[in-house]
């Protein structure tokens, strides 16, 4: 059996930190006794932690950020990587402010975060959790940004733990969707995915970021859900039965009428007309 490390007093640092799952897992872990600061682009007075201003997409506020956060915690045992940004971006779209926006937040800012507290890890033989998605490895429709980013951040923490891995662990953890403002720029855009995806309660996602953040073996991969479990095993194994379960949902939200009316998913919506 795996032990399990002891989070008294761990120093640890959280981005996207005012967020629905920043909030939660900062709160969570200071219940436990770690000392964790934040970074997010707009801390709340209400943070249940110290939270300091910062906008991970900036390559001159980033390092001047995460070694204030490090000063303050005299060191860095944990670094969990959950700051991340949704949006509408159909891939027969071409790529516009949004989708690079989209990149820049979940890839980019998180290699930007996570470069800056490399050698702190080191030092301390510390961790990193990477807060993926289970569109990095099941993609939906009118997504793409989202997944591309969310893939991208898996191979980059491929490569991380390949070049860091004998001192720092890096897990990615896969949650599914929780009801958050996230989705709602999606939403407005008429584009909500309402029956593609099952919700799962923001508790879930919270326990399986500490497990990944505590267990004495660290796990590669942990999906945060049974469901996801399942989901995960088909997009590795057998990718084209997933594809097929996704464009059988979307061919039956597109007949349902749940995209009438979106601009965004007008070129869906014509291929799925019935043909004479």
Known sequence: MSTRRDPLGMRVLVTGASGTFGRAICARLSELGARVVGLDLEPREDDPVTVLACDITDDDAVPA??????DRLGGLDLL?????????????????????????????????????????????????????????????????????????????????????????????VYPSAVRSPIHDSTAAAGLSLEGMSRYEPLEGVVRTVLRAALRGRPRRDLPT????????????????????????????????????GAELAAGVIARHRPTR
């Open 65 to 70: 950020a995460v070694a204030e956060a490090i």
């Open 80 to 172: 969990i990587n959950n700051a991340g940004i949704g949006g509408p971006a159909p891939a027969e779209l071409p790529p516009g402010a949004e989708v690079r926006r989209q990149l820049d937040v979940n890839l980019l800012g998180t290699w930007r975060v996570t470069a800056a507290c490399v050698d702190a890890l080191v030092a301390s033989r510390g961790r990193v959790v990477m807060v993926s998605s289970r569109m990095a490895i099941m993609q939906l429709p009118l997504a793409a940004a989202y997944g591309a980013s969310k893939r991208a951040l898996v191979a980059y923490a491929d490569a991380l733990r390949l070049e860091i891995g004998t001192h720092v662990d890096v897990t990615c």
């Open 225 to 260: 859900t049974r469901r996801g479990a399942v989901e995960f095993f088909l997009a590795r194994h057998l990718p084209a039965l997933a594809d097929r379960i996704v464009a059988g949902t979307l061919a039956g939200r597109v007949r349902s009428g749940a995209f009438q």
